[in-house]
């Protein structure tokens, strides 16, 4: 298994911490290299927290996380960060691309931790060749602020992919785009885990979307469950 969640519970205390508001309640799952999976889910409802906690950004309150059957509770916030740059690439809402690096450069961002001078030029060799699949090779050298939002979507999926994760997970990654681009992404979304073989989370509103991804499952009310 890529990732399993058991049991997993999280809670927040109000703003006089007088009260616990629990997003998740015995959340349980498990995903396999290779298999996709779309969370839908009304907003506010903890997708984007379950998110955080299976990409290491949070903890949970209770239950157990392991990543490629590895207790992640068990690890240092080094060890952690390791996983989240090598194994884990995620999507946003938000392209987060950076303004002042041109498509090549924003993509090669995660690549920065690695010294090897072969790593460099493999990377590099990597990112022109996605950047091909997505029909961005003409782009490199502009910057985001030249291109559509459905462009700088498709260079955070690459940036996403660039140092050949296990997982992929995305958050609301076409809510800001309009319906053809947002097709266009969740087209490109599942053709990744076919091509690439990589495992996919996405959390979504968009019924269209996941329906794209397949392997649906709802959380309502803090408890996921099979669509």
Same mark, same amino acid.
């Given at each position: 298994?890529?990732?399993e969640?058991?049991?997993?519970s999280?809670?927040?205390?109000n703003?006089?911490?007088t009260?616990k ?7 349980s799952l ?5 298999e996709?999976m ?5 907003s ?17 309150s209770s239950g157990?996380?392991k ?5 992640l509770s068990g690890?240092?916030?080094d060890?952690m960060?390791e ?5 884990i690439?995620?999507i946003?809402?938000?392209h ?10 924003n993509?090669?961002v995660?690549t !920065?931790? +690695?010294?090897?001078?072969?790593y /460099?030029?493999?990377?590099?060799? $990597?990112a022109?060749r996605l950047?091909? #699949?997505?029909?961005l090779?003409d782009? !490199?050298? +502009?910057?985001?602020?030249?291109? /559509?939002?459905g462009?700088?979507q $498709?260079?955070?999926?690459?940036r996403a #992919?660039i140092?050949?994760p296990?997982? !992929?997970?995305a958050?609301?990654p076409t809510g800001s785009?309009?319906?053809k681009?947002?097709d266009?992404?969740?087209k490109?979304l ?5 091509n690439?073989n990589v495992?996919?989370?996405v959390?979504t509103?968009?019924l ?10 709802n ?6 469950s099979k669509a």
């Amino acid at each position: 298994m890529i990732t399993e969640l058991h049991e997993i519970s999280k809670s927040y205390l109000n703003s006089d911490s007088t009260v616990k508001n629990e997003v998740l309640s015995g959340v349980s799952l498990s995903l396999k290299k290779g298999e996709a999976m779309a969370i839908v889910g009304p907003s506010g409802c903890g997708k984007s927290t379950l998110l955080n906690i299976i990409g290491t950004i949070d903890a949970p309150s209770s239950g157990t996380v392991k990543f490629e059957g590895t207790e992640l509770s068990g690890l240092s916030a080094d060890q952690m960060a390791e996983i989240r740059n090598e194994k884990i690439g995620f999507i946003f809402q938000s392209h987060h691309l950076f303004p002042q690096l041109n498509v090549i450069e924003n993509v090669l961002v995660p690549t !920065i931790p +690695k010294k090897s001078k072969k790593y /460099s030029k493999e990377a590099t060799q $990597r990112a022109h060749r996605l950047l091909d #699949l997505v029909e961005l090779s003409d782009h !490199i050298t +502009k910057f985001p602020g030249q291109l /559509s939002g459905g462009e700088c979507q $498709r260079v955070a999926v690459v940036r996403a #992919l660039i140092n050949q994760p296990e997982l !992929i997970l995305a958050d609301e990654p076409t809510g800001s785009l309009d319906e053809k681009s947002a097709d266009n992404i969740g087209k490109l979304l599942s053709d990744i885990n076919k091509n690439e073989n990589v495992a996919m989370i996405v959390v979504t509103h968009s019924l269209a979307l996941a329906k794209t991804i397949g392997n649906i499952h709802n959380l309502t009310g803090g408890k996921i469950s099979k669509a």
